[in-house]
């Protein structure tokens, strides 16, 4: 069964920044489009950035774009989420996921704590 596993979590002070890492288990990593999504206390789970297999393409919400980077080591089997010029705005648990090619993200990890101080 494949798993992922983020680490990197924690407290950052506002204008900080943080990196994030998504290790997923299994030989398919490099057939999946990898993403990570946010979920905020009261709030619903909200979209932060997606990466295409070959580390090409990515995508990003306004609310992220020009702060935050994914990546990816096929290699490693890891996805990272450096984050740039956080705002308290961005605490929230942070989620990977993988795009096991059914065109929706079927796989999640436990999730990552980040809490960012004014």
């Known amino acids: 069964q494949v798993q992922l596993v983020e680490s990197g979590g924690g407290l950052v002070q506002a204008g900080g920044s943080l990196r994030l890492s998504c290790v997923v288990s299994?030989?398919?990593?490099?057939?999946?489009?990898m993403g990570w999504f946010r979920q905020a206390p009261g709030k619903e789970r909200e979209f932060v950035a997606e990466?295409?297999?070959?580390?090409?393409?990515?995508y990003y919400p306004d609310s992220v774009k020009g702060r935050f980077t994914i990546s990816r080591d096929n290699a490693k089997n890891t996805v990272y989420l450096q984050m740039n010029t956080v705002k308290p705005e961005d605490t929230a648990v942070y989620f990977c996921?993988?795009?096991?090619?059914?065109?929706?993200?079927?796989?999640w990890g436990q999730g990552t704590q980040v809490t960012v101080s004014s």
């Open positions: 990466i295409s297999r070959s580390g090409g393409p990515t």
């Open positions: 299994g030989r398919f990593f490099s057939s999946y489009v």
């Open positions: 996921a993988a795009d096991i090619g059914n065109r929706r993200y079927e796989l």
